[in-house]
Nanobody
Framework: QLQASGGGLVQAGGSLRLSCAAS????????VGWHRRAPGKQRELVAG???????KYTDSVKGRFTISRDSAKNTVSLQMNSLKPEDTAVYYC????????????????WGQGTQVTVSS
């Protein structure tokens, strides 16, 4: 089971660090993705990391967000800097051996996610 945490309320320009944790060593070997769903919008991929360490970001967060893996702790983090009001959303993490499934976000179960709110 995945647990996303680290969200909160922050002013524009601020930073937050989200963490995705799981039991076992799932996150150390699988692709992991962070998706977000803003009010009234569809869920979108924010960032993903392959089992080989390759990363992918949606254009709107490039240069501001960084996804990383800590295999020793079996966690995947999303460092979010220079936050903007449009980053406000519920952020979810998910994992699968198939990187394309992670990027597409074709999961039936998403968990609770963690709320990120950026005030202007």
């Amino acid at each position: 089971q995945l647990q996303a945490s680290g969200g909160g309320l922050v002013q524009a320009g601020g930073s937050l660090r989200l963490s995705c944790a799981a039991s076992g060593n799932t996150l150390s070997f699988n692709a992991v993705g962070w998706h977000r769903r803003a009010p009234g919008k569809q869920r979108e991929l924010v960032a993903g990391i392959s089992n080989g360490g390759g990363t992918k970001y949606t254009d709107s967060v490039k240069g501001r967000f960084t996804i990383s893996r800590d295999s020793a702790k079996n966690t995947v983090s999303l460092q979010m800097n220079s936050l903007k009001p449009e980053d406000t959303a519920v952020y979810y993490c998910n994992t699968d051996p198939n990187i394309f499934k992670v990027y597409a976000g074709t999961f039936e179960y998403w968990g609770q996610g963690t709320q990120v709110t950026v005030s202007s």
